[in-house]
């Protein structure tokens, strides 16, 4: 390797920005190192990590002794500290596992018998006990189990504000670049990406979710395949905040945990998911599925209402044959690190996945500690947290504060300038919906998008044309109009 090459040689390349490789940017950068992450897609989070139920699992679920256990009830613990530093909404709002029969009540006790082995803290409630806590479940319940520890988080939040920490810490990324080839040499790996560009690293992390057994296979192994399995939802408008306070869950079954009932952390209400077998790209919603979910969300709570719909979608589960997750370094491929098939609870373990490989490659590197390392990012304002006179003071300040952009979302052009202006920001409209959430409310973005567009391209400095709603080649005009700022 010449001088050249060995100063462009990376330390540690991870390919996915997904929650998994974004919490293992965050904590690497806590070294000093040389890192960076390849995102086939134009914005961090845009698979599962964007498009899951957002609950960090208390823990009692996954079979004692799997990785699955250990790095749920460490990561759940992790939760109030870090989201304090990385400025994200998280709420421990306990979670109830219901009963509806003799044989549910069965699980029940094998699921506190789980969690007593994991660690967990869970009671069981009788039928009153639940009601009291949640009077507008259905009168079938035999009980519940309870876990205080279960809390909800923006998923969205959690893993761009991950990414942002690790760039603010030194981390470099690179959006749009999908990995299609890697090769061994000597001391060190080169990675290629589609259009031929390619990083040398002496390390790689394949943090890939549903195409992480597609990217161990480019160094010519196949330990693990990927079974896609999607999840589809109903959002229901923040209507009542008292309606449903807890989590809840069906029992569990071997597919799944059911369809649950849960407020969003921005206070929606969540509403599934289905689990069926798809194909890796298949994010379409149906009718059929939609109404067994229905059937099953009215069995639990009866007048749950579902006039308040404003939106449904669905997400994929990089779901593998192993049955746990897998995170390993090849034995074959020394410096080649799998962390795949992080299906649920992965969003719930993703701060102690990070943590957890992080140190492994701190060790195999023998790296020092990043001194300038700082766990905070800059914090967002919260409008509805400033109160009316501080509020006031700051639109005089700077007027973009007071021009509401997303009526329903209560989203001020101020709040999009600055998720546009930070490290790891937006440069998509689905980019500023997930960091401020103008289009997350009632009218779905049909009243605020196209001011959004405009914002994008006068900002970016860039034709309106050029903007986009997510990927490359979903530009929202075809030209810009006549009349519009970037006329
Ligand atoms: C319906 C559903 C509900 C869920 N609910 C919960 C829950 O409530 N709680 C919980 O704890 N967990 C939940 N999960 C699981 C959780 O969402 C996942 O475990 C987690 O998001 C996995 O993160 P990841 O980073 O491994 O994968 P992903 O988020 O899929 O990220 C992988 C990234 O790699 C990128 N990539 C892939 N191939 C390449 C390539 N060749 N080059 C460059 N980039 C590439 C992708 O574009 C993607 O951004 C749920 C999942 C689903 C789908």
């Known amino acids: 390797m010449n001088k050249e090459e060995k100063q462009k040689l990376y330390d540690v390349i991870i390919i996915g920005g997904g929650v998994i490789g974004c919490s293992i940017a965050r ?13 086939k897609h134009n914005d961090v989070g845009d698979e599962a990590s964007g498009a899951n139920s957002g609950i960090v699992h208390s823990g009692y679920d996954p079979l004692p002794g799997t990785k699955k256990a250990y790095f749920n009830v460490r990561g759940n613990k992790m939760f109030d500290e870090v989201v304090k530093e990385l400025d994200v909404s998280f709420k421990r709002i306990g979670s109830l596992t219901l009963s509806f029969s003799d044989e549910d009540d069965k699980t029940l006790l094998e699921l506190k018998k789980r969690g007593d082995e994991n660690g967990v803290e869970t009671k069981i409630l009788s039928k009153e006990e639940t009601l009291k806590l949640e009077p507008n479940l259905s009168k079938e319940i035999h009980g519940a189990l309870f876990a205080s520890s279960a809390g909800i988080v923006s998923p969205f939040a959690l893993t761009n504000n991950l990414m942002e920490n690790a760039l603010d810490n030194g981390a470099e990324l690179l959006l749009n670049t999908e990995v299609t080839k890697i090769k061994k040499k000597v001391e060190f790996y ?15 992390v394949n943090a890939a979710g549903l195409y992480s057994d597609k990217i161990q296979n480019l160094v010519g192994e196949s330990d693990f395949k990927i079974t896609p399995r999607k999840g589809e939802y109903f959002v229901l408008d923040h209507f009542d905040n008292n309606f449903i306070k807890h989590t ?16 969003t952390a921005s206070g929606n209400y969540l509403v599934g ?30 007048s749950l209402p579902f006039e308040e719909t404003i939106r449904e979608f669905s ?86 504060y007071g021009h509401m952009v997303c009526r329903c979302e ?23 919906k997930k960091r401020v959430r103008p289009g997350f409310g009632k009218c779905q973005g049909t009243f605020c998008e196209a001011g959004i567009a405009q914002i994008l391209a006068r900002e970016l400095k860039v034709d309106l044309s050029e903007i986009c709603y997510s990927d490359l080649g979903t530009n929202v005009l075809l030209k810009a109009h006549k009349g519009s700022e970037n006329d």
């Open 27 to 39: 904590y690497l950068s806590r070294f000093n190192l040389k890192l960076l992450l390849l995102e």
């Open 190 to 204: 080169r990675v290629f990406e589609k259009n031929g560009l390619f990083f040398d690293t002496k390390l790689v």
């Open 248 to 263: 809840i869950f069906m029992c569990p079954t071997k597919v799944g945990k059911g369809v649950l009932i849960s407020q």
């Open 273 to 302: 998911p289905s689990n069926d077998e798809c194909a890796v790209d298949d994010v379409s919603t149906d009718s059929l599925t939609l109404s067994e979910i229905k059937k099953t969300a009215l069995k639990i709570c009866p």
């Open 315 to 400: 997400g994929i589960r990089p779901n593998s044959d192993i049955d746990d997750f897998i995170i390993k370094e090849s034995e074959k491929n020394p410096g080649f690190y799998t962390v795949g098939g992080i299906m649920s609870p992965g969003l719930a373990s993703s701060l102690a996945i990070g943590e957890y490989v992080s140190e492994l490659i701190e060790k195999k590197l023998n790296l020092e500690i990043n001194k300038n390392f700082n766990q905070y990012i800059r914090k967002h304002l919260s409008l509805a947290k400033l109160g009316e006179e501080k509020y006031n003071e700051l639109i005089k300040e700077d007027p973009r």
């Open 410 to 432: 209560k989203v001020s052009e101020g709040q999009i300038l600055d998720a546009i202006h930070r490290n790891s920001g937006a440069r998509t409209i689905k980019g500023v």
